[in-house]
């Protein structure tokens, strides 16, 4: 546990008051936030993953393609500053889009769409988790194995679910180290791939906004670089337990995206001038090298030794990501059994680790249950389900944004800055997200999209809307039992009588 004054209590300081919820208040610090936004972007691994398939749409633009995909996640990160500002609840978007639009838009898009887009996300993490620490254990068989790769993961997902039920401190202390061994290795990638004669020399031309060949490259580039900075929202839904709940969680969210731009343009920057946009060898171009360039350019970077570093990096960003989502997904659905719109089960609150013990234990298993159907089902239906995600990040983002403007809508008068910041640019935040969803959508009906399709419809438009659709359907069915949300659009937390495991 840290002794750090700013992240955590001394043992000087008595026990921070439990909140209206039942969480440990004033446990989390700046610092603390901050790490917690990072490594719940996993961004050792999302670079890795996602760089090659934009490359593959954008060419040399790659870096251009995530500057641009990191302006509406800005503007987006201002809109949850000052919603957060206004409404500190470990609920974030479900509350803020329940006050501005009403029960329904909250429950759907700031509850189910987050928390589906969370378990997909948490399947795909657990799964790359455990394909590479077998690989790095030296069982490469294993790795190859289904079954073994299963049973690895869903011991993984036990062992991050134990760690987020035993509190956020120590979930804390764990994610510095992580991410420290994440941030380590894409720099030491990034200086050494600059340091060795490459296929071309690091341009500014790289970064032009406007040399991409239409809108579509342009969408689809920025919906995949929506992946790689999807997830530093997750340190909000800790803002109860950090000190300033209406100040810190906001400036975390702003630092966090900043320091994510930096590492993924260094290391785009890097990546390309070594390698290049080629289409076969080691460009990344070539289809064969898309799933992982980290992993395909390590050993000619930095040998095969060092090159284990940035394996291992990968792996412990995944794990960290998933340690995360549990994390938020289960102090989400506290708060949204708190104002009424899930059962009173998930106010379960653990009272010795004041952490939401129902809510852990169910999005763990939920993950774990979840990973192994779609594995047995399909490699490729599993992958479409990844590739969905982006889809549904554009939604509840967008909507988001919006939700900002229309909540303050009244005060924008008051200042440039309450004009700025909580008006045009979560504005265009939100414009630019919906745009991307829609267009990404209508691409996305194209049998040929991804691996799978469904009576001349792409799959993953089928796993991406279509989850948004049974969302709605869900919600008809729930609405019939949660009356009073869906009528009055929260129920006072303070009306709570919270239930301790």
Not at 313 to 335: K, M, Y
Not at 431 to 456: E, K, N, Q, V, W
Request: charged fraction near 10%.
């Amino acid at each position: 546990m840290s002794t750090n004054p700013t992240d955590a209590e001394t043992s000087l300081d008595p026990p921070p008051a439990p909140t209206g919820k039942g969480l440990r208040g004033g446990s989390v610090g700046l610092l603390a936030a901050v790490a917690l936004g990072l490594s719940s972007v996993a961004p050792a691994y999302s670079i890795a993953v996602t760089l090659g398939f934009v490359t593959m749409v954008v060419g040399n633009l790659a870096p251009a393609a995530l500057l641009l995909g990191f302006v509406p996640i800005l503007l987006t990160a201002f809109a949850f500053r000052e919603l957060n500002r206004e409404m500190p609840d470990c609920g974030t978007t479900f509350v803020w889009t329940t006050r501005a639009f009403g029960p329904h838009t909250g429950w759907l898009s700031g509850g189910w769409v987050v928390q589906i887009a969370t378990l997909i996300a948490m399947t795909a993490l657990a799964r790359v988790g455990a394909g590479y620490l077998l690989t790095l254990l030296g069982l490469d068989s294993l790795a190859s194995d289904n079954v073994a790769v299963i049973v690895t993961a869903v011991l993984i997902v036990a062992a991050v679910t134990t760690i987020a039920y035993r509190g956020l401190q120590l979930a804390a202390s764990v994610q510095y180290v992580l991410l420290g061994l994440q941030l380590v290795a894409l720099f030491g990638f990034g200086a050494a791939a600059f340091a060795r004669t490459g296929a071309s020399a690091p341009s500014l031309s790289w970064l032009n906004p406007f040399a991409f060949g239409g809108f579509g490259p342009f969408a689809e580039a920025v919906l995949l670089c929506l992946f790689i900075y999807w997830g530093w929202d997750a340190l909000i839904t800790v803002n109860e337990e950090t000190r300033d709940s209406d100040r810190i969680p906001g400036q975390a969210a702003v630092i966090s995206t900043l320091v994510l731009l930096g590492t993924y343009l260094f290391t785009g920057f890097a990546a390309i001038s070594f390698a290049g946009i080629g289409t076969d060898g080691l460009g990344l171009g070539n289809p064969d090298n898309a799933g992982d360039v980290l992993a395909t350019l390590g050993p000619p970077v930095l040998g095969a030794g060092l090159s284990k570093v940035v394996e291992l990096a990968i792996c412990v960003s995944a794990i960290s990501a998933l340690l995360t989502c549990v994390i938020g997904s289960s102090r989400a659905t506290l708060s949204m059994g708190a104002h009424g719109a899930l059962p009173r089960t998930f106010t379960r609150i653990h009272p010795t680790y004041r952490t939401p013990a129902f809510g852990t234990v169910f999005f763990g298993a939920t993950a774990a249950v979840l990973l192994t159907a779609l594995t047995l089902v399909s490699g490729n239906f599993l992958g479409d389900a990844i590739l969905s995600i982006g889809l549904l990040i554009a939604f509840y983002y967008g909507v988001t944004g919006l939700a900002c403007v229309w909540y303050f809508r009244h005060r924008l008068n008051n200042s440039p800055r309450d004009l700025f910041l909580r008006g045009i640019l979560p504005a265009l935040g939100g414009t630019i997200m919906l745009a991307a969803f829609a267009r990404s959508a209508h691409d996305m009906l194209d049998p040929d999209y991804g691996a799978t399709s469904f009576h001349g419809i792409g799959g993953v438009f089928l796993l991406g809307v279509g989850s948004i659709a049974v969302g709605a359907v869900a919600m008809l069915l729930v609405r019939t039992r949660f009356r009073r949300f869906f009528r009055d659009g929260r129920t006072a937390v303070t009306e709570l009588t919270l239930t301790e495991d």
